[in-house]
């Protein structure tokens, strides 16, 4: 078949169960590797991630629960595991769930119940996976929204795109919404089961353990490179990577293998690429900021997103659905648009595009009252019309906590932004924020470094 389901390590010292384990999960499409003991399942899961580990409880060198403590040292399990004893005690069971344990099978195994738990792990796991380090947004759009000719022509180039297995380079302005094209690229794929995962500003020292992993003894810390295996990798803004990472992940690329931090053996990369950047990335090339080599290898199928204020037939279809989706999702009340407002929000410019818009949509709804919202709130939403307001002034006493303080760090964050230039390493030093946590304090907030600049 095409892509295997998910890779799966199979730990006991009876050849039988081993064999048989590995049979009936082969017939189901699952990549699977066996072992016989602790120190050849190290061996495999330093080789080869797994996605999902049987594990027996008892064996020759060491046993289940030792291997499993040593695995969920100071750090959650990154895979599930099952652990299977057919000596089932219930301590033993116990013991293992207190350890991250899955779930536990009794020997003689249940085929049916065999396959059920595994497929059920694997779900968990990897919604766990996509969501970890993301403030729950509105879940991905599965179809870009518009029905106007520039985003069906660009839905039908992304439906063929998703076809093949080259990599994508998608382009356009901030908040075009590139990643909502990446994840409709994977939802289109013969990867969709596979995991979609997205690093996003791949700067400072952490970004190559991020994305490459790292050992330390019997210490593995996977990487993107490895979590995306039989899925899409999403680079989220190439233009910031530092070029000894460009040259790193390039070498990923071309041998399609790597080395994890410290590591000795080389870890087989199989997934497939999807990388966006807002920058005028030919531009960086020219300037020797991004690698050559690697832009011709990203820059093979060329995606480049319009921006909102070209395809304007749009706007008013968007403004509908993220009232929907907000008022479903975050239970806010339901609120319409005028006819007057719509067509004001139509003519606006968008400099902040489909972001912009799900933002300005929010905030009506959070901070108006009333059914509607008419052409004199939106102008003073959009900064039409300056709202009088002092200096002093406190946001939102009279909105729910959560609002309130997301207001103020929105505005306490623009304005530190503002004082350092747009440089989030300087904000992070100043007001003692670690800089990927604020990396990602952005994102959630909507806040693009850039643009508070030219908004002064």
Sequence with gaps: GGMSLAHILVVDDEPDIRGLVKEILEDEDYEVSVAEGAEAARQARRAQRPDLILLDIWMPDTD????????????????????????????TAVEATRLGA?????????????????????????????????????PAVTDPIGRGPALQALRKQAQRMAQHDTPILITGESGVGKEVFARYIHSQSNRRVGPFIRVAGMVGSDSTTELFGAEEGTNIHFGALERASG????LEDIADMELNLQARLLGAFHHGSFLRASGVEPVKFSARVIAATSHDIAREVETNRFREDLFYHLNVVPLHIPPLREHREDIPELLDYYVDVLVTQENLPYRRFTVAGKNRLRNYGWPGNVRELKNLVQRLLILGSGPEMDLQEIEVAIGETP????????????????????RFERAYLEHQLKLTGGSVSKVAKKIGMERTHLYRKLRALGIDAKQVLSTQ
């Excluded at 289940?64 to 219930?90: C, F, N, R, Y």
């Excluded at 002092?390 to 906590?401: E, R, S, T």
Aim: hydrophobic share 40%.
């Design 64 to 91: 289940g629960i030792t291997l499993l403590k040593e695995w969920s040292e100071g750090h959650a399990l990154d895979a599930p595991v099952i652990v299977m004893s057919g000596h089932g005690t219930v301590e």
């Design 102 to 138: 899955y779930d536990f099978l009794e020997k003689p195994l249940s085929i049916a119940k065999l396959l059920l738990t595994v497929r059920h792990a694997l779900e968990t796991s990897r919604l766990r996976h996509e969501n970890i380090g993301l403030r729950q947004e509105i």
């Design 231 to 234: 899925g899409t990798l999403f």
């Design 387 to 406: 709202r009088p307001a002092a200096a002093g002034d406190l946001p939102g006493l009279d909105l729910p906590l959560k609002e309130a303080r997301e």
